[in-house]
């Protein structure tokens, strides 16, 4: 059974700094791995997508990477905003499932 | 366009109602999927919806009932729930064609509270 963690469960960092999220994943056979924001009581925004032939994807700011032979993926976040406040969920999808397995999150605060 | 939307936004209701949610998107995407998600807890996926027709139903009691009228549209049909069905229900989406699936996009979800 594909187990998600994330690492760490929460971050505050001052705005400015660059920083990294982390995403384990137990089982490798995985089709993609998809990064998400959510903003307290509302639904879940598409950051990146990462098939699994990728090894990084990068969106302005984010860049994803995925490592499928030791489980891990990261979001990289360069000069955190205060507007980077979320918790950013990373899900993993198993080959040829259509099921996503999310992690529990991590909640981020960028202090101004 | 990459929205799906759900009504309503928020949905008050006694354990002996009836009620429905709507999920719709426009992206002629062909695979729709229902979550439920808890306070700071990750979404649990209910059920997908491939084709129009259901694929996953992981375990969901039968006080919801899915239904996909067309390729655009999903509902879930609420009965006789529970106060701990209290949460955020959540539709998404993603283009499927054959083995190869895109990225999920996500509705903003109706907040359902059972009283």
């Known amino acids: 059974k594909q187990e998600v963690t994330q690492i760490p469960a929460a971050l505050s960092v001052p705005e400015g700094e660059n920083l990294v999220l982390n995403c384990s994943f137990t089982?490798?056979?995985?089709?993609?791995l998809q990064w998400f924001r959510q903003d307290p009581g509302k639904g879940l925004t598409s950051l990146l997508l990462i098939q699994s032939s990728q090894r990084e994807q990068t969106s302005g700011r984010l860049n994803a990477s995925l490592d499928k032979s030791s489980g891990r993926s990261t979001l990289y976040i360069a000069a955190s905003q205060p507007g980077d406040s979320a918790t950013y969920l990373c899900a993993v999808r198993r080959n040829y499932g259509q099921n996503f397995v999310f992690g529990p999150g991590t909640r981020l605060s960028v202090l101004p | 366009d990459t929205e799906v939307t759900q009504t309503p936004k928020h949905l008050v209701m006694g354990m002996t109602n009836k009620k429905s949610l709507k999920c719709e998107q426009h992206?002629?995407?062909?695979?729709m999927y229902w979550y439920k998600q808890k306070a700071k807890k990750p979404p649990e996926l209910m059920f997908v919806y491939s084709y129009e027709k259901l694929s996953i139903n992981e375990s969901v009691p039968s006080r919801f009932s899915p239904e996909c009228p067309n390729s655009s549209l999903l509902n879930l049909h609420l009965h006789a729930l529970q106060p701990e069905d209290s949460a955020l229900y959540l539709c998404?989406?993603?283009?499927?064609?054959?083995?190869?699936?895109?990225?999920?996009?996500f509705g903003p979800g109706t907040r359902l509270t059972v009283l």
């Open positions: 992206m002629g995407h062909r695979a």
């Open positions: 998404a989406s993603s283009q499927e064609q054959g083995a190869r699936i895109d990225e999920q996009f």
């Open positions: 089982d490798s056979a995985i089709y993609n």
